[in-house]
């Protein structure tokens, strides 16, 4: 007996890697493999006209912020690198804080909607997300650019003579970022509010609590979990981003994301490159390990 | 303190807020639609209702080859990564704890974890290595890129249903000697078909609308639509890009919402 649920476990086994096996190549071909050969591209040399030597070299990774000065070979900080680097965290923490001031309380107000109702006001939230980022990113550049439409009408009404200049700026590439990314803060956020229990807001009433301190003592630490949720799902793809500040950014504000893809044309250093994209993957890896501690506590917590 | 018109539910500003929220999601969008239909070459002031916009997209051959291109890229890509996700997601669900299970569901979800500018270097260099050692620069391999990061979004829509599913039919089935092929086709597939045909749609649109994948693994002469569009934005913009964009957009609204109609029906 024994050894016939053995077979059948064996062959539930078999038949199992047999049906995963078509989506993992795949996958191993066109998203694992890739990123192992990054990493081992890292560990080369830069060949001349992009491309590498196969000879091991530890430079791409000490570029990664360092520099040797070219006349007198001495050590320093990669000043340009650093300030990218800085710009990254700086524009993406900006874009997660705008994203909970607008997020939060639209979150709030679907989750308080007649119960009907709230399907149909997260839809307007979700379709623009499922839109192409570039579109919108586009659509976002007609309205702000200087001959665009808020330029266009500020002049018209005698507000101001001459547009001013919001493209092409950090402001910009924050304003592209939080349009494309605020679906993602109001998504986990609504999905802790949707479940709070009205009663015990009440209570607070009750007890002759104000609505900034129901909000701050009862509301914010339930919604906890769906708050830091948000904040990561916005803050991993802003660290990452590429194609807004590539667009709203006009090649003068880099990020991290464009100044990978300069290694790979002007810049002709493949291995600082993938050196640059290992690192970034790495922090977005961090961010998103607090991520999945964030939702196993909100699972623990809703039981 | 309840009664009396006091709504504990409210908190000062944030309906404004919210409201404004919604507004600004929209305007740039609604903006975008309406001078796609604008007479003169401005894409801030207005002149009049025309097409010209749509017959110039429509007529330039750039345009049409990138539309094409897409189109088949997305074809092949929503229906590689669907098939796969299906197997995939009969494998991985009402089975047991198995070996190996976290390594599969990490592999599976990677596309959606790694930021898509590392994936996208990280093909860039994995298949120059191949377009050297093949001489092959062919549509081949964006399809199997797109197909590659499609996986997780036809996967996670086929799981939920399978999950969701009543196994009391299957267990009759199998109880009257149906093979388990025979118990897939004639039970679970016909139960199965609007997570798939989600799944499947929802491919298509990731697929449509990728642009950063894409503009990194394209060879010489493979604009897709996106791609094409990113490469006009450094050029003076006419409202032929607006035309596109609303066709683009139009595609995507109409599958987001068959999406959640799909989802939404019962077994």
């Given at each position: 007996m024994a050894d016939l649920s053995d077979t059948a476990a064996r062959r539930a086994s078999r038949v199992r890697w047999m049906l995963l096996a078509p989506a993992l190549t795949i996958l191993l071909l066109a998203a694992s493999g890739p990123l192992l050969i990054t990493l081992v591209y890292s560990f080369l040399?830069?060949?001349?006209?992009?491309?590498?030597?196969?000879?091991?070299?530890?430079?791409?990774?000490?570029?990664?912020?360092?520099q040797r000065d070219i006349f007198d070979e001495t050590l320093g900080w990669s000043d340009a690198h650093l300030s990218i680097f800085w710009r990254s965290v700086k524009l993406s923490l900006l874009t997660t804080v705008a994203c909970v001031f607008f997020g939060f309380p639209t979150a709030y107000f679907i989750a308080t909607r007649p119960k009907k109702q709230r399907d149909l006001w997260m839809l307007l939230i979700i379709i623009p997300f499922w839109t192409n980022l570039l579109i919108r990113t586009f659509a976002v550049v007609e309205l702000i650019r200087n001959e665009g439409t808020v330029n266009s009408v500020l002049i018209a009404l005698g507000i101001i003579d001459e547009p001013i200049q919001m493209l092409f700026t950090e402001f910009s590439i924050v304003l592209g970022m939080v349009y494309v990314y605020l679906p993602l803060m109001v998504l986990p956020l609504y999905a802790s509010m949707e479940r709070l229990d009205f009663s015990l807001i009440e209570a607070g009433y009750d007890l002759y609590a104000t609505r900034l301190q129901v909000l701050r003592r009862i509301i914010l630490p339930l919604v906890k979990p769906g708050l830091i949720a948000g904040s990561i799902l916005v803050f991993v793809p802003s660290l990452g981003a590429y194609v807004t500040p590539r667009v709203m950014g006009g090649g003068n504000q880099l990020m991290i994301g464009n100044l990978?893809?300069?290694?790979?044309?002007?810049?002709?250093?493949?291995?600082?490159?993938?050196?640059?994209?290992i690192t970034l993957l790495a922090v977005v890896m961090i961010a998103l390990l607090a991520y999945v501690r964030a939702a196993g506590n909100e699972e623990v917590r809703h039981g | 303190m309840a009664d009396r018109g006091f709504d504990v539910r409210r908190q000062t500003g944030f309906t404004t807020i919210a409201l404004a929220c919604f507004v600004l999601l929209y305007l740039p969008i609604i903006l975008l639609v309406i001078y796609s239909f604008n007479a003169g070459a401005s894409i801030a002031i207005w002149e009049g209702f025309s097409w010209r916009w749509y017959q110039s997209a429509w007529a330039n051959e750039q345009v049409q080859e990138a539309t094409v291109r897409s189109l088949i890229i997305a074809v092949w890509a929503s229906g590689i990564s669907t098939s796969v996700a299906v197997l995939a997601a009969l494998a991985t669900t009402?089975?047991?704890?198995?070996?190996?299970?976290?390594?599969?569901?990490?592999?599976?979800?990677?596309?959606?974890?790694?930021?898509?500018?590392?994936?996208?270097?990280?093909?860039?260099?994995?298949?120059?290595?191949i377009k050297v050692a093949t001489g092959y620069t062919g549509l081949f391999y964006l399809i199997i890129a797109h197909s590659a990061f499609c996986i997780p979004f036809a996967y996670l829509p086929v799981r939920a249903r399978l999950q969701g599913m009543d196994l009391s039919l299957e267990q009759a089935a199998a109880d009257l000697y149906a093979s388990p092929f025979q118990v897939f086709r004639r039970i679970t597939l016909p139960q199965l078909w609007p997570g798939i045909l989600a799944g499947a749609m929802l491919a298509f649109v990731i697929s449509l609308d990728d642009v950063v994948i894409t503009e990194f693994?394209?060879?010489?002469?493979?604009d897709t639509l996106p791609t094409y569009m990113l490469g006009q934005l450094?050029?003076?913009?006419?409202?032929?890009?607006?035309?596109?964009?609303?066709?683009?957009?139009?595609i995507s609204v109409t599958m987001v919402i068959a999406f959640t109609v799909l989802s939404k029906i019962r077994n």
């Open positions: 040399t830069p060949g001349a006209y992009g491309g590498v030597e196969w000879q091991l070299s530890f430079d791409a990774w000490f570029n990664v912020i360092m990978i893809e300069l290694q790979f044309g002007q810049g002709r250093n493949w291995p600082l490159g993938a050196a640059l994209s | 009402r089975t047991p704890r198995f070996r190996g299970q976290s390594a599969v569901f990490a592999m599976i979800n990677q596309p959606l974890m790694v930021p898509e500018i590392v994936t996208a270097v990280a093909l860039l260099i994995f298949f120059a290595m693994v394209k060879s010489a002469g493979q450094r050029r003076v913009v006419t409202p032929e890009i607006n035309a596109i964009s609303t066709v683009l957009l139009g």
